[in-house]
């Protein structure tokens, strides 16, 4: 069965936390097409019909708005500066509260944590978060944040650290969804290979 992928874009949210998402999930489908199987469907989604302006400068046009988006078997809360400002916002937190309840996997990325546990389905959970934002999401309460690993799983919500964190967690849920071969033959696809220039010296 193809699966159903939702992006939030917001102003303000990192690029990489949900384009690296966006490229494991499209590579997956791609790879799926060729042997065959149905083609996934994974789009953007956001509150307003205008381009978003991301963290980083990047603007971006979504594919949906809440209010025209086909159902959704994943949502995906990324982060970035601008999730500080959203957290706030009724509009994008109701809508992500009433999505998720009927989404199979609830995902987010760095300080999309926040808007899950704001929402509620990151309440009483295991969390990750960029490391620079721990401390602050724990100090919200009804959540233990995981400190020591990338992503972490509890129930159907995945949460993964900051940026390049979101990639790993990516492919482990489309491992779940379909099988670990074919998240190994994504990863290869991709040339995802982490080997950091710098990282005896960090």
């Not at 046009?61 to 982060?79: I, Q, R, S, Y």
């Not at 989404?103 to 009483?124: F, I, K, Q």
């Not at 620079?132 to 724990?138: A, I, K, N, S, W």
């Not at 993964?160 to 849920?173: E, K, N, P, T, Y």
């Amino acid at each position: 069965m193809p699966t159903t992928f939702g992006l939030l874009l917001f102003d303000g949210v990192e690029e990489l936390d949900f384009v690296g998402p966006w490229e494991v999930f499209t590579a997956s489908s791609m790879l799926r097409e060729n042997t065959g199987e149905a083609a996934d469907t994974i789009v953007t989604i956001s509150e307003h019909d205008r381009p978003v302006r991301c963290s980083k400068g990047l603007r971006v046009l979504a594919d949906h708005t809440f209010e025209n988006h086909p159902n959704l078997d994943v949502v995906l809360a990324p982060g970035g500066f601008g999730t500080r400002t959203e957290v706030g916002n009724p509009v994008l937190i109701d809508w992500l509260r009433n999505v998720a309840a009927s989404c199979d996997w609830v995902t987010s990325v760095c300080t999309g944590s926040l808007l899950l546990h704001e929402a509620g389905p990151g309440r009483n959970r295991r969390l990750c978060t960029h490391w620079g934002f721990e401390d602050t999401l724990e100090a919200r309460g009804s959540c233990t944040i995981v400190r020591d690993q990338r992503w972490a799983v509890d129930g159907n919500v995945v949460s993964s650290q900051g940026v390049s964190a979101g990639i790993d967690m990516a492919l482990w849920l489309i491992g779940q969804i379909y099988s670990p071969d074919h998240a190994r033959g994504t990863q290869h696809y991709i040339q995802y290979d982490p080997a950091p220039p710098y990282a005896d010296s960090i």
